[in-house]
């Protein structure tokens, strides 16, 4: 079983929205920080957003700060991402991920502080 599934990507014009939803299929991340990371073709994986595991601290990349927004429901063991203004760049496979036990920092931006991700969703944005 997968314990992170990502749903909710597709196609899109340029200024457009998107919902992406991440579900812990094994309800065991509710007190994780949860993180969005995307990865272009070329490029390597880069950071979105995270949020710590009451909800109560939220970080974004430059890139997408204004334009998407991160938040969670416990009740439903689901991450979510919201995006909108989307544009040309932000065309990438979208990943979430747990991060590793007992984490807790202020800046939750790093790939190295997840341990346990999904199999990520296709984001393609059109100009």
């Known amino acids: 079983q997968v314990p992170l599934v990502e749903s909710g990507g597709g196609s899109v014009q340029a200024g457009g929205s998107l919902r992406l939803s991440c579900r812990d299929s094994l309800d065991i991340y509710n007190e994780r920080y949860m993180g969005w990371f995307r990865q272009a073709p070329g490029k390597g994986r880069e950071a979105v957003a995270c949020i710590s595991g009451g909800g109560g601290l939220a970080n974004y990349a430059d890139s997408v700060k204004g334009r998407f927004t991160i938040s969670r429901d416990s009740a439903k063991n689901t991450v979510f991402l919201q995006m909108d203004s989307l544009e040309s760049d932000d065309t990438a496979m979208y990943f979430c991920?747990?991060?590793?036990?007992?984490?807790?920092?202020?800046?939750?931006?790093?790939?190295?502080?997840?341990?346990?991700w999904g199999q990520g969703t296709q984001v393609t944005v059109s100009s």
């Open positions: 991920a747990a991060s590793r036990p007992l984490y807790g920092g202020t800046n939750c931006l790093f790939l190295d502080d997840y341990a346990t």
